[in-house]
């Protein structure tokens, strides 16, 4: 039986093994590490994956690639379930096509475990990860991802190079885990700042900090006082770096 893409699930099955190639280069797999693929679909690249590392872990939510990955490839760990929410074994490495639909939170949570990546994600979101602030594109996601890693961007993937074809453009990324990234007093508060302000990035932080006052349970007479006194607080969210970032973070905390 001939399994298809279910269009529910962002599924699109790389056809084009010149970019399989492009990831599997970029990932530089050593025989000694075990590498973590997200959504193997129908293996494309499970099958190299298996001759170049010496474990191999797949994780998969539909459960006919499950069985297919399963027979075609009894050597790979599967595990089946959502990869946002299963807790991975250890690995070295994640090479993966995502689907589009849990990117962010799957580079968060490899950002949280402190592992290097190569991924191929959908353009507009690879463009957004190695945005710099001031830049169209500069988001709370390239924040995060500049939090956790130095992203690099390898190469766009047309939409030709997938069956079925996708409406978007993709490209292949390289995530290589920050060995020097800054250290917040309270990395969960930062975390709550990020996502607080970057919900108004074209206000001035003071603004977007009054306006997003319930994050940290304020009511707006205690965030206006406040905000008077904010780090970076006349700078546009849009513009803010991330030590600038981590700095309004710390102070919160001793606020509040």
Request: charge should be positive; proline fraction near 5%.
């Amino acid at each position: 039986m001939e399994l298809r893409a279910i269009k529910k699930l962002d599924q699109h099955f790389l056809k084009n093994r010149k970019f399989v190639e492009l990831e599997l280069e970029a990932a530089d797999i050593k025989k000694t590490e075990t590498v973590l693929e997200i959504g193997p679909g129908l293996g494309v690249i499970t099958e190299e994956l298996v001759t170049r590392a010496k474990k191999v872990v797949a994780v998969e939510y539909d459960r006919r690639f499950a069985g297919h990955i399963r027979e075609s490839y009894p050597i790979v760990e599967l595990i089946e379930g959502d990869a946002v929410k299963v807790d991975f074994p250890d690995f070295d490495k994640c090479v993966s096509n995502l689907p589009y639909s849990i990117s962010s939170p799957i580079i968060i949570k490899l950002g949280k475990l402190g592992k290097f990546a190569v991924l191929m994600l959908q353009k507009e979101f690879a463009e957004r990860l190695i945005a710099k602030p001031g830049e169209r594109n500069y988001s709370r996601l390239s924040l995060m991802a500049n939090y956790f890693f130095v992203p690099e961007y390898i190469k766009t993937v047309p939409k030709e190079a997938f069956r079925p074809k996708p409406k978007v453009e993709s490209a292949i990324v390289r995530l290589i885990p920050k060995k020097d990234k800054p250290k917040p007093k309270d990395e969960e508060m930062f975390f709550k700042v990020a996502e607080a302000l970057f919900c108004h990035k074209n206000q001035k932080a003071k603004k977007a900090f009054i306006n997003s006052r319930h994050f940290f349970k304020l009511d707006k007479v205690k965030a206006k006082e406040l905000a008077g006194d904010l780090p970076n607080a006349e700078k546009k969210v849009k513009d803010l770096a991330l030590e600038d970032v981590v700095e309004i973070g710390d102070w919160i905390l001793v606020q509040i």
